[in-house]
Structures are given as structure tokens and as C-alpha cells.
């Protein structure tokens, strides 16, 4: 006689479910690692050296007067 019972399928034991879970984390975060590297590639792709220190220029500028950080803090007031 026979047993009637059979063994689960690969499939649906614990191992299988763990190994296929961290398999699909690892490929999210490659997906998302990939997708940051190339919009970071195409922010600066267009770039030249005049640009660049233009942005650096604009970045130093305040809102108050068009007075960079860098003047103000280089005065010295006398009391």
C-alpha cells in the first residue's frame, strides 16, 4: 500500500518564499539605484564650465538686496 500523502512542492515551502523575497528586494533597490544615477547623469549632463561657476555665483546670492553672503560677512561694523 501506498501512502497517500506527497510532499508539499518546492514552491511553497519557507526557503523558497525567503530566497524569491530577497531576491525581488535586491531587484527593487538595483532598479532604484540605476534610476537615481541616471537622472543625477542627466541633471549635469548639459553642464559646461561657464554654467558651472554661474550656478555657483547664483547660489551665493541672498534674497535680501542682491548682497552675497560672502560681502556680509566680510564687513566689519565698529561700536
Known amino acids: 500500500a501506498l501512502s497517500a500523502q ?3 512542492p518546492f514552491y511553497e515551502e519557507w526557503w523558497f ?5 530577497l531576491s525581488s528586494l535586491i531587484l ?4 532604484v539605484f540605476v534610476l537615481v ?7 549635469y549632463k ?6 558651472t561657476i554661474s550656478n555657483v555665483e ?7 538686496g542682491g548682497f ?3 560681502e556680509l560677512n566680510s564687513r566689519h561694523l565698529n561700536i
Open 6 to 8: 506527497t510532499e508539499a
Open 17 to 21: 518564499l525567503l530566497v524569491m523575497a
Open 37 to 43: 544615477l541616471h537622472g543625477q547623469s542627466k541633471k
Open 68 to 70: 552675497t553672503a560672502l
Open 46 to 51: 548639459n553642464c559646461s564650465a561657464g554654467k
Open 58 to 64: 547664483e547660489s551665493v546670492t541672498l534674497d535680501n
Open 28 to 31: 527593487i533597490l538595483l532598479v
